[in-house]
Structures are given as C-alpha cells and as structure tokens.
C-alpha cells in the first residue's frame, strides 16, 4: 500500500521538490499551500504531465483550525498518513531592537507553533498504525544562530528542540522524528543576493555551488525510505566566513518572504 504524505509549504522552493520527489518514488502527496495558489496548480501540472496525480490542498499552518480541516480530509480520502514534512516557513532579516511584538509573534506562530499544531493533528493517526515519519525543516542558523535574524533562529532552534523530545516520546510507537537543517539554498528567501555575493560565498563552498532544493529533497527522500534514524538533526550546510555574513545582513536590513 502506497505512503500517504503531507507537505507543508509545498507550492515553491524546497518544498515543491520535494512533493516531486517523493511523489516520483511512489508516494501519494498531498501538497499544502497557503497564498501561493498558482504555483501549487502549476506542480499538480506539471506532475500530472508524467502521469503523476498528487493532491494539493489550501491551508495557513498557524491557523489549528484549518490544518485539522486538511489533516480530517487526508484521512478521509486516503485512511492514513504515514509522512508529515513541516516545511512551511517565513525569513526576515532585522536588527533585534527594531523586532516588533508583531514581527516576534508572526515568526514564532509561522516557524515554530505550525510545527506543533500539524504534528499534533497527525501524531493519533500514526501512533494508531504504529508507524511514522516526521520531518522538520529548520535552518543552520538554528543551531549557530545568527546576527540580525535573532527571531529566525529562536524559532529554528525551538523545532530542533521539538525534533529531540518528540523522538524519544514517540519512538515506541515507531514513529521517527528528524530535522533538516539547510544552509545557504537557491531559493526564494536568498533571492535579493546578488550575483557577486552568490560568487562570494560559492567560493567559501567545498562544492563550488550554492545549495539547491532538490538537495534538501534527496535527504527527505532517504529519511523517508529509512527504518531506524530518529532523533536527528542533519546540518546540509557549509562553513560561512563570518565577514560575508556581516556584508550581506548589513545590505540585506530586512527581508520578508512567506511560503
């Protein structure tokens, strides 16, 4: 019987490559959205052109009420979900005494309290089918935090935190809860760099590239066809020289993108 999985923040950026992949792996996918209607109707598209049905459904993370909305549909459709990856996120970039009660609250509920609430709406249907995989996409800046994106990185660390309990708690229930933490990706939220910043921190990168979604993807991919790791935090990153940091946050003041 095939898995049944849902993704948060699907529509763009590392989210829509992952509803491909694993959509592509014999998944069935239900690709949650909230404002980017066009871009979801465009991936259930161009899936559809290889033969690929996947559903995709309208949903705001930090609202409860609609995600039990889609997580009561999922189940009704399909009878079970086996897959949740909470990748629906926002970034701003601002000095911490210009944070606003707003710009706290708005980060926290967007990049932490979404995690808690669509996790806590599937947890009753895995631990019932003594199985599950949970994935959480935090941030590199999660785990070393960073200058200027204080909130961001309160909030990424509180989903690495969540990542560590939760294994342990629902572990015996074989359900398996990991992080992924990204470093620099070619997506929407790095897009205001310019071309001699991108070849400033390429050069600071083993690889010679800046990350891609579809890196991320791939790690999804093996979390979700594996038996055993939990409990994980796997940083895809590289080392960043702390004065190419300073120059981009500096230029960047602040920056805004929502999923």
Known sequence: MKKVAIITGASRGIGRECAKILARNGITVI??????EKQARSLKEELKKENIEIDIF??????????????????????KIDVLVNNAGISQIKLFTDITDDDWENMIKTNLSSVFYMTRE????MI????????????VWGITGASCE???????????????????EVGPSN?????????????????????????????????KRIGKPEDIANCVKWIVNDAYITG???????R???????YIQKRRHFVNVSF
């Open 150 to 168: 204080v909130h961001y990185s309160a909030a990424k660390a509180g989903v690495i935190g969540m990542t560590k309990a939760l294994a342990k």
């Open 128 to 139: 019932h089918n003594k199985n599950g995989c949970i994935i959480n996409i935090s941030s």
């Open 58 to 79: 309208k949903a705001d993370v930090t609202n409860k009420y609609e995600i039990k909305q889609m997580v009561e549909y999922v189940l009704q459709k399909y009878g």
């Open 240 to 246: 960043m020289d702390i004065k190419i940091i300073f």
């Open 31 to 36: 690709a949650s959205y909230n404002k980017s």
């Open 232 to 238: 994980q935090t796997i940083q895809i990153d590289r």
């Open 122 to 125: 599937v947890l009753p249907n």
């Open 175 to 207: 359900i398996r809860v990991n992080t992924i933490a990204p470093g620099v990706i070619d997506t929407d939220m790095n897009k205001d760099l310019t071309k001699e910043e991108l070849q400033e921190l390429e050069e600071e990168i083993p690889v």
